[in-house]
């Protein structure tokens, strides 16, 4: 599947139906079966809280979300559980067979991301989950999640990414994301949509498709954010569940955890399942409680105390960086940043640069931008700032960690998902450069 481009050329909707024609899916199924979740920010914890719940409350849930940190595995799993070697060995064979078939008739080229959305597809359907979580790769209008046809799905957040694909304001690429819901479905739209709400009614409107907006249709309250996690009241419709804990750090996951929670019971609706209130309850409340979700301000360290997120826009980079701050204290870090080399250098120095005075400046060995130009973007936005450059991963490894015993401080790693997870890896003793991403 790495031998493919990341994306196919054009639109991919007529040549992923006709690849899921020739596996065998039963489309029928997977729509009444899924859930689709797309958004700027989140997707994944939400997609993580969403299918946990699920599987607490007895169903068995597929999960297919992107990207995967360590290993491809990750990306497919049922019950939490990520797929088998043997397995997705033998699924890929079948896979990129009807790919070559399909190919060969039509001349389409179709992307390594397509593949694995197919083949999550077949491994859910031959695994008889009775509960799919799917996670859009980019927008939703022409993503292949649009395939499932799902009654019930999730904008978590918008903000400005591939705007060359999805349009340049927050209103276009709001729009191409809502397009994964089905007619007559539901979407459940986070936070940050709210400022769109006149928009996103009148753009649903002809569709019939419902809006559900957090914090106005799904109501919450109580929130409390500490060192050992969060706390919040969920109310929507008949439903009320108080002091519901998130492990998960960073406050913004009450936004997450709400939209998951909500999902799930609309869901339900749509698929005239019922269980007791209590049960229910129960499952939430475990669901929420024992989700864990790598990359997302992770601690992966103790002496030091080191951190890392995997956020790669803006909007996602204040929202982690609030979450750090709010329960690991505001003072005494220092941050290793590095920006993909197709992400806006900036906006992302921006967002990161005001709150640190000492900040490491380098580049991942996968997509990694120039540290010298990061520099700059640093220093314009914090000229009071110490900024160091070093042209590798394991150079800036080593350097925090000198920095961190000299000064007493905290490590902080910061800036897309390449440099924070290559950062993990070099502190596990692995080689970063043999990490597999597309």
């Known amino acids: 599947m790495f031998d493919l481009p990341k994306y196919g050329k054009g639109i991919c909707l007529a040549r992923m139906a006709a690849l899921l024609e020739a596996l065998a899916i039963d489309r029928g199924k997977l729509q009444e079966r899924s859930v689709a979740i797309t958004g700027s920010n989140g997707k994944g914890s939400t ?207 009450i936004n997450n955890a709400a939209i998951a929670i909500t999902l799930l019971l609309r869901w339900l609706k749509h698929a005239r399942r019922s269980e007791s209130d209590a049960h229910l309850e129960a499952a939430i409340r475990s669901g929420l409680r024992n989700t864990r979700w790598p990359g997302r301000l992770e601690t992966i360290a103790q002496d030091p105390l080191t951190v890392i997120d995997v956020g790669h826009t803006p909007d996602g980079i204040r929202q982690a960086l609030v979450g750090l701050k709010a329960t690991c204290g505001e003072e005494d870090w220092i941050l290793v940043a590095g920006v993909s080399s197709d992400k806006n250098v900036t906006d992302i120095a921006g967002a990161l640069a005001p709150g640190f005075d000492t900040i490491i400046c380098t580049s991942a060995h996968h997509k990694g931008g120039n540290p010298a130009v990061l520099a700059d973007a640093m220093r314009r936005s914090n000229k009071d700032a110490r900024v160091e450059i070093t042209t590798t991963i394991e150079q800036a490894f080593s350097l925090s960690h000198t920095l961190a015993a000299s000064l007493k401080r905290k490590i902080y790693v910061a800036g897309g998902l390449f440099i924070a997870i290559e950062f993990a890896a070099v502190a596990r003793g692995q080689d970063a450069k043999q990490l597999s991403f597309f």
């Open 47 to 253: 997609a993580a809280f969403c299918a946990s719940i699920a599987q607490n409350f007895g169903l068995r849930t597929g999960l297919f979300t992107s990207p995967h940190l360590f290993r491809i595995n990750e990306r497919f799993q049922i019950d939490g559980a990520p797929i088998a070697d043997s397995v997705l060995n033998e699924l890929a064979g079948r896979v990129t067979t009807a790919i070559d078939a399909i190919s060969r008739q039509y001349a389409v080229q179709f992307g390594a991301f397509e593949t694995m959305f197919a083949l999550a597809c077949l491994y859910f359907q031959e695994s008889d989950c009775e509960f799919m979580v799917f996670e859009a790769g980019i927008g939703g209008r022409y993503d292949p999640v649009r395939l499932l046809g799902s009654h019930v799905t999730t904008v978590t957040s918008v903000d400005y990414e591939h705007v060359e694909l999805l349009g340049h304001s927050l209103e276009l690429i709001v729009s191409d994301k809502s397009d994964a819901c089905a007619s007559s479905g539901v979407i459940i739209y986070g936070v940050n949509c709210r400022p769109l709400q006149p928009h996103i009614l009148e753009y649903n409107r002809n569709r019939n498709v419902e809006s559900l907006f957090i914090r106005d249709d799904v109501r919450i309250g109580g929130e409390t954010v500490t060192a050992a996690g969060k706390t919040f009241d969920f109310a929507f419709g008949a439903y009320e569940f108080c002091m519901l804990n998130v492990a998960l750090p960073g406050s913004f996951q």
